[in-house]
């Protein structure tokens, strides 16, 4: 018996999955799936309570296997970090991208501005996700692997460098540059360069290096900071281009009369 319920409970959820990314929330009703599973409302209220309750099932139902595979990937105990964000990355993106997954978000957005709805799916799928990312990063920082900071800022940073320039025209229905792998190395490399204590260790050196050698000075006595006279010099070379810039467009002579309206007056 206990059986015969689920399967009708994956059967309501896989209909029900199907409506919401055919119309959408707003379209769809509890009265069209109790059509599609050729019951009675009833029924489908005994298995939930609101078409609230039913979409936010639907919704994990259909993500949350191939999502919690995708975290899996995070291998701590490997040292090659580098390889372990790339195939994270690249396994992400291909499942948020993927089009059932861009019609489950783009729905959840739009419904979850006007109720509830919208914060219990974030904590419940997005925000639960990196959480364990962020549980992955703490791990890393125990071996001193990544520079000691917050956690869970650390893997939200990931995030934005994954989907950078890459989901956010998908979800308008528009195409991305570049291929996935590749933003996913610039992805992870950024990301490396920024938390990665052995990058920012490296990183450091290299620019004291160079300054040291700009100014003919020990890495020790080196200031990583651009000096007063190039500044200034690079303000003197811009005036002189806007005072140049501005002469072509003076008077020719007495007998014109009219100015340019993009005349600048330099003091």
């Known amino acids: 018996m206990r059986l015969k319920t689920e399967m009708r409970r994956e059967a309501i959820l896989e209909t029900a999955t199907q409506l919401f990314q055919e119309v ?18 009833a029924t489908l209220y005994n298995y939930f309570r609101s078409k609230d309750e039913l979409f936010a099932a639907a919704m994990f139902n259909a993500i949350e296997t191939q999502g919690q595979q ?13 390889t372990v964000l790339q195939r994270f990355g690249e396994a992400y993106l291909r499942f948020i991208t ?46 001193g692997i990544l520079a000691a900071t917050d956690p869970m800022l650390i893997a939200i940073h ?11 025209p998908l979800l308008w229905g528009a195409k991305t540059k570049g291929k996935m792998a590749a933003s996913v190395a610039d992805a992870v490399d950024v ?14 050196g290299r620019q004291a290096l160079r300054i040291a050698g700009e100014r003919g000075r020990r890495p ?31 008077p020719l002579g007495p007998r014109r009369r009219k100015r340019s309206s993009f005349s600048i007056r330099l003091r």
């Open 158 to 168: 990931l995030k934005g460098l994954l989907e950078a320039g890459y989901v956010e």
């Open 98 to 143: 993927a089009p059932e997954t861009l019609a489950i978000t783009r729905t959840a957005i739009a419904k979850g501005a006007n109720s509830k709805l919208g914060a219990s799916l974030y904590a419940r799928g997005p925000m639960r996700a990196w959480e364990e990312v962020a549980a992955y990063v703490q791990q890393l920082q125990d071996r």
């Open 70 to 82: 995708v975290v899996d990937m995070l291998d701590a105990p490997n040292d090659d970090v580098r």
């Open 191 to 204: 990301f490396l360069r920024a938390y990665s204590v052995e990058e920012v260790g490296a990183g450091r």
């Open 220 to 250: 020790s006595q080196a200031i990583a900071r651009p000096g007063i006279g190039r500044i200034l010099a690079i303000l003197r070379r811009f005036w002189a281009a806007a005072a140049r810039w501005n002469s072509s467009f003076a």
């Open 24 to 41: 959408g929330y707003e379209r769809a009703s509890m009265a069209e799936i109790s059509a599609r599973m050729g019951g009675s409302k």
